[in-house]
């Protein structure tokens, strides 16, 4: 399995300080020192992938402060390359909801997600509890859908979405998910949500999208995240239906990733311009579910904590299978 690249980034300032020397990640990586990074850490971590002990590693960036102190890769596309994120590009999704409620162009996170698709009615497995099922339940992976991606069993696992032409259809015509004894339900749950991953309801979310802003994923997101941000190169994957992949499958260049981070970093303003609001930003990385121990969700977004040497470490987070990983850790959220 490849890993496209591992990309940290470093937070000195906390959330929403501000703009950054964000020119420094299209200009190059300065001195690690200059961000009180060791370099002599960094060399031992180069050669050890090098080396053979960490596998598949195409490349690994580090940005602190708004400076890239770390770019390297370990394949033969280097810089230019473009990444398949698989499912980090769900964060990306989350990111142009916000941009789209912020905009007003959808109303909020509670908007029904039924209302969006009256020419997908009637609904198989009709369960009135369908019709509240709201975006916010998407993005949190918290709907009361039977879907579960780590279950192999389950009727919207998303191995069987992919058999299908529609699959907007498949999430709406699932049925409404069990409780057993064993199973804490919502009401007993951390955040008052019962968590499971489903690709299925992100995918879906690329359609919302499409209906609220009368635009097309791949051209809303260039106008108001990509061009924003000076990324240029990108590709997506789309549904059989014509409709952006928007659950996985962007294709990125390393550096865009560390962008991207950046950008919720810093409260969502890129070179002193807004992009997305402060209160998106703060409601995206802010719990709402409980994934598993040490991990929290938020918004299509992993908030985890490492214990190191006795320290917690709390970062968010970008996650797509195969090595895919972008991990922002705020200074404000380092404990001893």
Known sequence: MIRAGIVYLLGLFPLGHGSMAIAAVDAGAVDPAAVGLSAQRLTQMEQSIRAGDFKQVTSVLISRGGKLAFEHYFDEGGKEALRNTRSATKTVTGMLIGIAIDRKLLSGAQAPILDFFPDRLPVQNPDARKS???????????SLLECDDENQFSRGNEER????EDWVKFTLDLPIRGFPDWVPKPADSPYGRSWSYCTAGPTTLGAVLERATKTSVPDFARDNLFVPLGITNVKWQFQPLGTAMTGGGLNLRS???????????????????????AEWVARSISPHANARQDTDYGYLLWLQTFHVAGRDFKCFAMYGSGGNKVYVFRRKSWSS
């Open 132 to 142: 509240r099922i709201t975006v916010e339940d998407f993005l949190t992976m918290s």
């Open 161 to 164: 979405m992919y058999l299908v």
């Open 255 to 277: 550096r865009d990733l560390v962008k991207l981070g950046q950008l919720y970093l810093n409260g969502g303003t890129w070179n002193g311009k807004r992009i997305v609001s």
